[in-house]
């Protein structure tokens, strides 16, 4: 009886442990791609500004 619940024992702190690991890939993952993303926005945003820019000094209807 002292196997088994000391075999659980080691099998739940193993869960336990690759469960916050995961999470912490899971976090590292999440801010990444946070960060590619923002990178896009402004680039993304700064593209779409300079283009109205652009078109409101290049109107042909004014």
Known sequence: M???SEY???AMEHWQSS???TE???AEDVRKTQE???GWV???RTR???LVSYGRSHNRYE
Do not use: D, G, Y
């Open 8 to 10: 659980r024992r080691k």
């Open 42 to 44: 402004e680039r993304t």
């Open 36 to 38: 590619q993303l923002q």
């Open 19 to 21: 469960r916050a690991e």
């Open 48 to 50: 779409l500004h300079s």
């Open 2 to 4: 002292f196997f088994e």
């Open 24 to 26: 912490r890939e899971i």
